[in-house]
C-alpha cells in the first residue's frame, strides 16, 4: 500500500509499506519523495510476490561481519582442519575485517573487490597473502551464494595474484637421509625421520601413526595430526604404502625399545602418550632436525622434504605414475606436475631396488653406537625439542 505522509517542513513523501511472504514475516517500509516513484516500486513489489521472488529483495541486507560470523559456526569449524582455521582467523582479523566487515553482502560488487585487492597490493601486502585472502573471501561469499543469501559471488570475477611457480624439488638420496639419521640423537628421532624419508608421509600423519597401522607390507594412513588434534588425512582419503624392509627394521627395533606398546598407541607419542602440540614440532624441528641437518652437510632443509626421497625411490623402481602418485597422495596430474623432472633424469637407466639402495647407503655410513631410548626422552618435549 501507498500513504502519503506531510513531515513538519511542509515537504509530502510517499510510503510504500509491504510484508514478505511467508507467516510471520517483517514489515518493510521505504520513502519516496515522488509519487510516480513509489507507484512504480509498489508495482514491482506486487511483480515480484507473484512471481515468487519477493524474499530476494531482502537478502543480502546483512553485514559481511554477520555472515563470516554464521559462516565460520555453520561450516568452517564443522568442515575445516584447526590450522587452516587458525590461518583463516588471522587472515580475517587482518585484512578483511577492517576494510570490507561493515558492508552490507548485496553492496559487495566486483569493483569493491578489485579496489580491496588494489589497497592491499598499496600496502605492500605480497602476492601469495593476496591471493589467499581473496581465496578466503571467496569461500565465505560463495557459502552466502549456496544458500541463497546472494545472487553471484563477486570475488569469482576478480584475478587473483598468479601462483608464483615453485622450486623443483629435489629429493635427499639414501646416503643423505642416512648421514641425517646417524646425527639423530635418539632411536626415536632417527626412526622418524625414516618413516618420513623412506615412507613418504608428511609429518602430521607420521605423528599420527598408531602401531596397528604398521602392518608387515604396508603402512596404513589414515590420519593426521595438526595443533595437537587428531583429525583426516590432507586429501580427507586414506592409503596405504609399501613397508620398505629397512624401515620395518627400524620400527620393529623402536617397538621393542620402548617396551613393546599396544596396537591403539601412537608410534611418535609425547611423553605422556598423547598427539604433539605444535610447539612440541616446533622444538623438535628447530632445535633437534634442523641443527643436525646442517651438521650433515643437508643444508637448510625442512622435515616435510624427505618425503620426496620416497617418491624418488618409487621411480627409480620404475613405479607407474598412478602407483607413485597413489602412494604419495597426490592425484596423478599434481606427482607428474611435481616429480617430472625425477622421471625424466631417471629416463633410459636401470631400475633400482628401493631396498637395496636403503641398504647400501647404510653399509656405506659409519655406525656410532646410538644409545636407547632413555629416560630422558620421558621429559616434556619443550626441554628436549622432542
Same mark, same amino acid.
Given at each position: ?150 545472487? *553471484?559471488?563477486?570475488?569469482?570475477? !576478480? ?6 611457480? @615453485? #622450486?623443483? $624439488? /629435489?629429493? %635427499?638420496? +639414501? ?48 590420519? *593426521?595430526?595438526?595443533?595437537?588434534? !587428531? ?6 582419503? @586414506? #592409503?596405504? $604404502? /609399501?613397508? %620398505?624392509? +629397512? ?140
Amino acid at each position: 500500500m501507498i500513504e502519503k505522509r506531510t513531515l513538519k517542513n511542509g515537504r509530502n513523501v510517499y510510503r510504500v509499506r509491504w510484508r514478505d511472504a511467508g507467516r510471520g514475516s517483517g514489515e518493510h517500509v521505504r520513502s519516496f519523495d515522488r509519487q510516480k516513484d513509489a507507484v512504480t516500486f509498489e508495482t514491482d513489489i506486487r511483480r515480484r510476490k507473484q512471481l515468487g521472488e519477493l524474499a530476494e529483495m531482502e537478502n543480502g541486507r546483512e553485514t559481511l561481519d554477520e555472515w563470516a560470523r554464521e559462516w565460520w559456526q555453520s561450516y568452517a569449524e564443522p568442515n575445516l582442519a584447526a590450522n587452516t582455521l587458525v590461518y583463516y582467523a588471522g587472515a580475517w582479523d587482518k585484512h578483511i575485517l577492517p576494510r570490507l566487515g561493515e558492508y552490507e553482502l548485496r553492496r559487495i560488487t566486483p569493483a569493491v573487490i578489485a579496489e580491496f585487492a588494489d589497497e592491499l597490493r598499496n600496502e605492500r601486502v605480497g602476492a601469495p597473502t593476496i591471493r589467499k585472502v581473496l581465496s578466503l573471501l571467496q569461500g565465505i561469499l560463495g557459502r552466502a551464494v549456496v544458500v541463497g543469501r546472494i545472487k *553471484s559471488n563477486p570475488v569469482a570475477a !576478480v584475478r587473483k595474484p598468479a601462483q608464483a611457480r @615453485s #622450486r623443483a $624439488v /629435489r629429493p %635427499l638420496t +639414501p646416503t643423505m637421509v642416512e648421514k641425517l639419521r646417524r646425527r639423530m640423537p635418539t632411536e626415536r628421532d632417527a626412526t622418524l625421520v625414516s618413516v618420513l624419508a623412506y615412507a613418504g608421509l608428511r609429518p602430521g600423519e607420521a605423528l599420527a601413526l598408531t602401531w596397528a597401522d604398521v602392518g608387515k607390507r604396508t603402512i596404513l594412513i589414515e590420519r *593426521s595430526i595438526a595443533l595437537g588434534e !587428531v583429525k583426516e588425512t590432507k586429501t580427507g582419503k @586414506s #592409503r596405504s $604404502v /609399501r613397508l %620398505l624392509a +629397512p624401515l620395518g627394521s627400524d620400527l620393529k627395533k623402536l617397538r621393542l625399545r620402548v617396551g613393546r606398546p599396544g596396537g591403539e598407541e601412537l608410534v611418535f607419542p609425547r611423553p605422556d602418550g598423547g598427539p604433539w602440540l605444535d610447539t612440541d614440532w616446533r622444538n623438535w624441528r628447530e632445535r633437534v632436525f634442523q641443527p643436525q641437518a646442517k651438521a650433515a652437510g643437508l643444508g637448510a632443509i625442512r622435515p616435510y622434504d624427505l618425503r620426496h626421497s620416497f617418491v624418488s625411490l618409487l621411480i627409480a623402481e620404475r613405479r607407474t605414475i598412478i602407483d607413485v602418485a597413489r602412494q604419495a597422495g597426490h592425484s596423478p596430474t599434481m606427482a607428474l606436475n611435481t616429480y617430472g623432472h625425477v622421471f625424466d633424469e631417471l629416463e633410459g637407466t636401470k631400475p633400482a631396488s628401493a631396498e637395496e639402495l636403503i641398504r647400501k647407503a647404510r653399509v656405506s655410513q659409519v655406525r656410532p653406537q646410538r644409545r636407547a631410548v632413555s629416560s630422558k626422552e620421558n621429559k616434556n618435549p619443550a626441554e628436549r625439542g622432542f
